[in-house]
């Protein structure tokens, strides 16, 4: 009889989960996380001020039913629209209830549900869909495996990227290695400290947010000294806009190969997209963006053009980014590198671009003199506590004072590996690159050790070289569908597995 086990049970591990109760694949339900089903990394905040950066719309984990989030919201008595961009704890716990909701459905079919609260550590294959998973040890769980017939694995991303150049700080007590969850973070801080944020993406921009809320002097600092663009929904496209073969035709490198870009390659891709959103969008399309030079006049004029509804791009994104894994699903290698970086920046800056409320908040932040936003690269940084502002940090030729520092930089992304001894690994810096497994259009791994076609998938970050943008919850819902449908089409597996 089949066992499906789900390593990783955030979203992606609770999509999978339903879409496999759904489609009965399994008499065997193992979710496999130390942490508590549902809110993953991305869900686990508690602080009203972390919002979503992606609308109600965007956020079922249900492929057929859209608003379902909404729906649960209501039920909730949260009062929210499709378009709203509310607290991230909201999804956590809407993860929690639907899993609970579907185990019950389960077990009224006869499906057995296990939640084991253990890190995985490798999988052996002792035969063709006889897997033996494997967890890492701890004092007050020993250590068992667990042999099932499938599995998908839905980890997330790999553990916080910190700034090499902070190395010799890591364990300082002033020293935040990880934003959140950021009630830690809070109170670790000192009343009214000077904070130095590393970072000016997404996670950044949330610990920027409640520290000058809670009347920290914050100053943001990353290399690009900038942020994403803002948006004032994120909901699905009204129609397709960005056709696959005309992108992939875009990104076909020619001869200069994959990994060397010619100047006219990046016009190219800049030509593509302007052709798209003037076939596409009523407004002119050239007064949707700010040309603004300073970090604050392209936040003021994008929270403008947002306001004004004037922001019609924000439409096409989730299209785009279905077109683009599309892309990538289809070809036979990946397309690693295959976007002219420079495009790739600038791209990255649309597709995870901010909540208009959050960047309201950074706009009056940075008027009211609590926040400023810096371009530059540490070139050194000490600490000593004999002096007012303990850490003296250098960029830009000066150096500045700070009581506390946040490291806010991303994630490592994770990947699987074989190991030498015939296990599959969870790879979380993602730097064993040469032992990679292969992720298939379909998701499923492959390895030249596998004797043939394995039950082993991948959804969320991990799908990552596979699918370009891999885990916004509009993406990763439809995939955990996809993969369990592709596993429902393989053969049962017989009594004795
Ligand atoms: C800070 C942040 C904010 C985001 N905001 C949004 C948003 O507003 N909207 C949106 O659509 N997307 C957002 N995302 C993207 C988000 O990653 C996806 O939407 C989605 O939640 C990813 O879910 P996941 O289950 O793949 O990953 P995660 O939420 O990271 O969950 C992975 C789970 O795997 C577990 N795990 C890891 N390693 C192991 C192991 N070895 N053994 C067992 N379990 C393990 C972890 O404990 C965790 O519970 C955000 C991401 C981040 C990082």
Redesign the pocket.
Known sequence: MNRLAI???????VATFIAAVRAGVARTIYM????PVGP????SNTDRDIL???SVD??SVLHDVPLDFLEHLSCEGYASTAESFVP?FLVGRYLANRFVQYSAMAREQGVVVKYVSS??KALKIHGHRRYELEFVDSPQVPSSSLMVTDVVF????GPPRLPLVAQPFFNHSSFIKNP?PEASMLAMIPEKSRVLVMGSK??AIDSAIVLCRDGHQVTMLSPSGEFPAVRARFMRSPKAAFVGEDIASVMAPGEEGCKTYSPSLHYRYVKYFSKVLRQNIGKDWSQQFSYSSTVLGRLKEEVEIAESGDSQWQEYVVDFMHAINGVHNKEDVYFDGSFHPRFERLLYRYITALALPNARKLLKYIEDGVLCVQGGEISAMDYSDRRPNAWNVSWGGEVHGFDTIVAATG?YQSRYVMSDDGRVE?DVTGERGRHAITILPSMAGAHESFGGKESIWFV??PARPRVWVP????V?TPLANQVIESMRQLPRVGAAA
Do not use: E, K, Q, W
């Open positions: 390593v990783g049970a955030g979203a992606a591990g496999i996380d130390p942490h993953g990394t991305a869900f979503c950066n992606t965007t956020m991230r890190t995985f839905c980890t997330g991303f959140y997404l996670s994630y969870l969320g970050a885990n916004a919850l509009v990763v």
